[in-house]
């Protein structure tokens, strides 16, 4: 049985220095018109459909729970807006993203551009 608005499941990964295991966990897909159900989980990446427009994203979750009651939303991030977040300096032109602030994580992503996700 799985959780309703979500995807997949895994085997847990255990990691020893933390004392504790985890599982990941799919969340279900966002698009400009579908809105990703509220997990309150962390997210550890972060999936696309439709590579050439990327029209949906998903996140892929850990089974670890933020406390919802300090959650908050972030600015848009696009690459349309003229600014760059390139992170990777090894990695291809072009990579655009976004950091957390310390103490925060990405845990819900909601999508607006039309028929692409052209905002996170």
Same mark, same amino acid.
Request: charged content about 25%; overall charge negative; some cysteine.
């Given at each position: 049985a799985g959780v309703a608005g979500f995807e997949g499941g895994s085997?847990?990964?255990c990691r020893g220095d933390v004392g504790r295991c985890m599982y990941t966990i799919g969340s279900g897909w966002a698009?400009?018109?579908?809105?990703?159900?509220?997990?309150n989980l962390v997210a550890s990446g972060m999936g696309c459909k439709e590579e050439t427009s990327c029209s949906k994203v998903n996140l892929i979750l850990l089974s670890i729970n933020i406390d919802?009651?300090?959650?908050?939303?972030? !600015?848009? /991030?696009? %690459?349309n807006t003229g600014?760059?977040?390139?992170?990777?300096?090894?990695?291809?032109e072009g990579e655009i993203?976004?950091?957390c602030p310390d103490g925060m994580a990405v845990s819900h992503a909601e999508c607006r551009?039309? !028929?692409? /996700?052209? %905002?996170?």
């Open positions: 085997a847990p990964f698009s400009s018109t579908d809105t990703m159900a509220r997990s919802a009651s300090s959650s908050l939303s972030s !600015d848009w /991030c696009s %690459d600014q760059r977040w390139d992170w990777n300096t090894d990695g291809d993203v976004t950091d551009g039309g !028929d692409a /996700c052209d %905002d996170l």
